[in-house]
């Protein structure tokens, strides 16, 4: 008999399981569909022995003090700033567009006030914002929107920017200065020994046991526990009621290379050609010093396993059902990215755990 049982070992799971065995002393069965913990924050040593992500590049990004401070007890840290560049016609561009970009590309020579009016004659101006063309054009201007948003947004996503929200194409910032790094955030950092080392600490506590490869599907009914914190997809555990929510895949093709490095940052984006959208290096994420180096092509996919939901209006709707539906559900708690449907980053779903875990689970 469990006092909880935990259905998926990502982010969301793990800080939960956390909480419950070490904060309320409770016990917790967390189970997970894949052979290992983690999520999609997943990361390993590949037959080369380089640590990998296994499911994208994934860099911790945070301006919340009480995510990292929570984390930092699981893990030292790293300092990382990760760089993007993008491969426009053979050439490559700091992303986000910012000074360098700009002068690189036409062949200026601007300051960042001659920018900013640059930015001021070439956008277009709006009322509202409503979806992510318009985000990046009232901002950058038509030829900067065609040359590095509208057609690796489409590789992405198979939509065009116009049907997605404004919110997916502004996580992108634009930027006046010379800033090359491709987050903002205050915090900037990955685990020293990677995630996988400090989700196995967050899961050591003994009031914790961990079930792989199995699905919640298959100990539906044979495991006794007071409540369920429920972090897959809402949709497949209301079995599809109000009909499937869309998510969009991914599939990584991954090479070792018999060289140091393959490229010059951790990702280079393909705006315009080839079917992948980057191609990304762990070891300028991780650190690692190695002879040989790994790296992988991200594919956009229609089927495989959930990696995003869509964030436009129609499916918005959609989850708003399933959100009703799970309001009147006392013994259950949905969290993570794909239980609440949202765009979430790494820093956003603890938050969110953390949150639940005070204003929900600490109550009952
Ligand atoms: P997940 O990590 O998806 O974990 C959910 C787990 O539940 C999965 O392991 C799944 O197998 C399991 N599960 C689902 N249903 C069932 C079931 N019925 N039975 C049993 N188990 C089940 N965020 C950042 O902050 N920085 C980044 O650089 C970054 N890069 C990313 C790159 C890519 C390509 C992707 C896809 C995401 C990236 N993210 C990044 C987002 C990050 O991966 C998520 O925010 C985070 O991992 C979500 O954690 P979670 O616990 O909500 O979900
Ligand atoms: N995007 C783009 N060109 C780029 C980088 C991003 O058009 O060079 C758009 C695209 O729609 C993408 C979104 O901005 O899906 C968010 O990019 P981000 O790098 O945050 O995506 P993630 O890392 O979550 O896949």
């Not at 002879?291 to 229609?302: C, F, L, Q």
Request: charged share 25%; with cysteine; net charge neutral.
């Amino acid at each position: 008999m469990f006092d909880f049982l935990i259905v998926g070992a990502g982010f969301a799971g793990c800080t939960l399981a956390d909480c419950i065995a070490t904060k309320l002393g409770r016990k917790v069965l967390i189970i997970d569909t894949r052979n290992h913990i983690g999520g999609n924050a997943y990361d390993y040593y590949d037959n080369a022995g380089v640590l990998v992500h296994r499911y994208g590049a994934h860099i911790f990004h945070t301006n919340s003090k009480k995510v990292i401070d929570y984390l930092s007890r699981f893990t030292q840290w790293r300092v990382y700033q990760h760089e993007v560049l993008a491969k426009l016609d053979g050439d490559l561009y700091p992303i986000p567009i910012n000074l360098n970009t700009i002068n690189k590309l036409y062949g200026l020579n601007l300051n960042s006030q001659e920018l900013a009016d640059f930015y001021d004659r070439v956008r277009e101006k709006y009322d509202r914002i409503e979806n992510s063309e318009q985000a990046v054009i009232g901002k950058v201007g038509k030829d900067l929107y065609n040359k590095f948003f509208k057609n690796y947004t489409y590789k992405q996503w198979e939509l065009w920017p116009h049907e997605l929200d404004a919110s997916v194409c502004a996580r992108i910032p634009v930027r006046t200065n010379k800033d090359n790094r491709y987050f903002g955030d205050k915090y900037q950092l990955m685990p020293l020994h990677g995630y996988t080392k400090m989700f196995e600490k967050m899961l050591s506590h003994p009031n914790i046991k961990l079930m792989l490869n199995t699905s919640f599907e298959e100990v539906q009914g044979w495991i006794k526990f007071d409540h369920l914190i429920y972090t897959g997809q809402i949709d497949r555990f209301f079995d599809y009621q109000f009909g499937k929510l869309p998510y969009r895949s991914l599939r990584f093709e991954f090479e070792t290379h018999d060289t140091e490095y393959f490229q010059p940052v951790a990702v280079v984006n393909y705006p315009n050609d080839y079917d992948f959208t980057r191609i990304v290096e762990s070891k300028h994420i991780t650190g690692q010093k190695h002879s040989k180096t790994t790296i992988y092509h991200e594919y956009p996919e229609a089927e495989g396993d959930p990696y995003y939901p869509i964030p436009r209006p129609e499916n918005r709707e959609l989850f708003q059902k399933y959100k009703n539906a799970a309001a009147n559900l006392q013994t259950v708690t949905f969290v993570g990215r794909l239980a609440q449907y949202q765009y979430y980053n790494m820093d956003q779903v603890v938050a969110a755990a953390l949150t639940v875990f005070e204003d929900r689970i600490s109550q009952l």
